[in-house]
């Protein structure tokens, strides 16, 4: 069962962190199109493209954050009815009678809140337990001076590990069977 587990945790990080990045991406390269369009559509230089790039740079890593609730919501829905280790993860509908086949986005609304409250208290129980760890062991002038977004990254990976647990035990509409 552990390994049903982790295969669905590996499979589900792989799926939001290139999600993230494509968004990310995406998103980036439409805003930064659209400054270029605005200012005229300027002809093309070295010195033009590093300063796009430099646009680019900075909003990929804004936009990448909502990417990720984006990812987080879509990603959802792929975790479901696929065969990991002998073990399947199915949703049922709101009676718990019937189990959801072809699942739409608008099956998931109820059990992503509750997944992505999860996910939020894990990650903050994450952050504290570093925080305490980080006070006893690492002498620093600012509490939060290790703290950066790509760290907040790594524990919502790993909050979404627990979370499965956690899920699949409480919430009536996700079950799991053997496949």
Not at 162 to 167: K, V
């Amino acid at each position: 069962m552990s390994k049903f587990y982790l295969f669905l945790w590996l499979k589900w990080a792989f799926r939001l962190t290139i999600s993230t990045i494509i968004y990310g991406a995406v998103f980036a390269f439409v805003i930064t199109g659209y400054l270029y369009v605005k200012q005229g559509l300027p002809t093309l230089n070295s010195e033009l493209y590093k300063a796009l790039f430099s646009i680019w740079n900075f909003w990929f890593l804004i936009v990448a954050n909502l990417a990720l609730l984006l990812a987080l919501f879509r990603g959802m829905k792929y975790i479901f009815n696929n065969c990991n280790s002998g073990y399947v993860l199915e949703l049922l509908t709101c009676n718990q009678k019937e189990i959801i086949e072809n699942i739409g986005y608008g099956d998931l609304v109820k059990v992503w809140r509750r997944w992505f409250m999860l996910i939020v208290w894990l990650t903050g129980a994450e952050m504290l337990i570093s925080l305490l760890l980080t006070l006893m062991f690492i002498p620093q002038e600012s509490i939060f001076s290790w703290f950066n977004i790509y760290l907040l990254y790594g524990f919502i990976i790993l909050s979404g590990y627990f979370s499965f647990y956690i899920l699949i035990a409480k919430c009536k509409q996700v079950r799991i069977r053997k496949c």
